[in-house]
């Protein structure tokens, strides 16, 4: 009987959490609205290349965002040599240049899956210099060019933008 009060008290924390939450379904809708919090956030577009998406919420006055997607998704991104692994669902609290209590990522450090709780911007995305610093529970992280991160539309106006200077 326990566990039943446990999962039941655990079903209202996640519904508490999504009160108020503007919510948006269908994989065009969702990517447009992953894309547009992205940007409003200051990171590049390829930081969460999250496929087939579902479902999409977000509440404005916690800042609390979730995606869903069809089935866990792994990508490899090359520029940095990582292996990230994405859940059906993630979730995170966001703030500007800043995700943070994130779930449903892990990235692959040497033979281990290391759970992401957050990822900050550190710098403005259109400077050369900028990195996304992602930390673990452990409070460890690693940092990477923001550049590794940006789709080939940044990437291209990055370089633009960088022949100006």
């Known amino acids: 009987m326990s566990a039943e009060i446990k999962h039941a008290n655990h079903s209202d924390s996640v519904a508490a959490e ?7 379904h269908g994989a065009e809708a969702c990517y447009k609205q992953s894309i547009e919090l992205l940007e409003e956030l200051g990171f590049p577009k390829g930081v969460l290349p999250l496929r087939d998406l579902v479902e999409c919420g977000r509440v404005s006055e916690t800042g609390f965002v979730w995606m869903k997607q069809k089935a866990p998704y ?7 040599n990582t292996r990230v692994s994405y859940s059906t669902e993630v979730t995170a609290y966001v703030e500007k240049s800043k995700m943070k209590r994130m779930t449903g990522v892990k990235s692959k450090q ?17 400077d050369k ?4 610093y992602f930390k673990t529970p452990m409070g460890i992280g690693k940092s990477f060019a923001a550049t590794a ?3 080939e539309e940044e990437k291209h106006k990055y370089l633009l933008d960088s022949g100006k200077n």
């Open 129 to 132: 210099n900028s990195k996304i």
């Open 110 to 126: 040497l033979l281990l899956w290391v759970p992401i709780v957050e990822m900050s911007l550190i710098g403005d995305v259109d």
């Open 74 to 80: 792994e990508h490899f991104f090359a520029a940095t």
């Open 149 to 151: 991160f940006m789709d």
């Open 18 to 24: 999504r009160v108020g939450a503007e919510v948006v």
